[in-house]
């Protein structure tokens, strides 16, 4: 059975560790381990950090969460309203980043990447961006259902 959560808040700093351990207690149903349970707990701060410094760049907005749960994986999308990305295959090089004087090492979706099973961005400019994101728990045991070798 797919279980289902939308979540949205507001694009401040303080709600990210919020949005994290959200996202963990919705995968808590799919028995993780606590090294699966970081990965998808990093990848989610990741996200969120992205839409707040990026996308509305210390202004006002919000950020918007949905999980879905389905065999052995969870599928998450992180989407905000923003500035959007002019060029996504340039922001998914390591080290790139737009906020270069705020100390950013342009590592997020690079940790994102390593972090989840399945990866993507869609972005445009001025219309927002979304992050799709996938993990499969038990990666032995799901390998079959995911077609992950």
Do not use: W
């Amino acid at each position: 059975m797919k279980n289902y959560m939308k979540l949205e808040f507001s694009a401040l700093s303080e709600n990210e560790p919020f949005a994290r351990n959200a996202v963990a207690a919705f995968c808590l149903g799919l028995n993780p381990t606590l090294d699966e349970l970081s990965d998808v707990k990093t990848a989610v701060s990741e996200a969120v950090t992205n839409c707040i410094v990026h996308a509305y760049r210390g202004g006002e907005g919000s950020v918007c969460i949905e999980c879905e749960t389905e065999g052995c994986a969870v599928h998450i999308t992180v989407s905000d309203r923003g500035r959007g990305i002019e060029d996504v295959g340039k922001a998914l090089e390591p080290f790139f980043t737009t906020a270069e004087g705020d100390e950013r090492s342009g590592m997020g979706f690079t940790i994102m990447q390593t972090f989840m099973t399945d990866f993507g961005v869609e972005s445009e400019a001025g219309g927002g961006t979304r992050v799709r994101m996938s993990k499969y728990f038990g990666r032995n045991s799901c390998a079959e259902v995911a077609n992950v070798k």
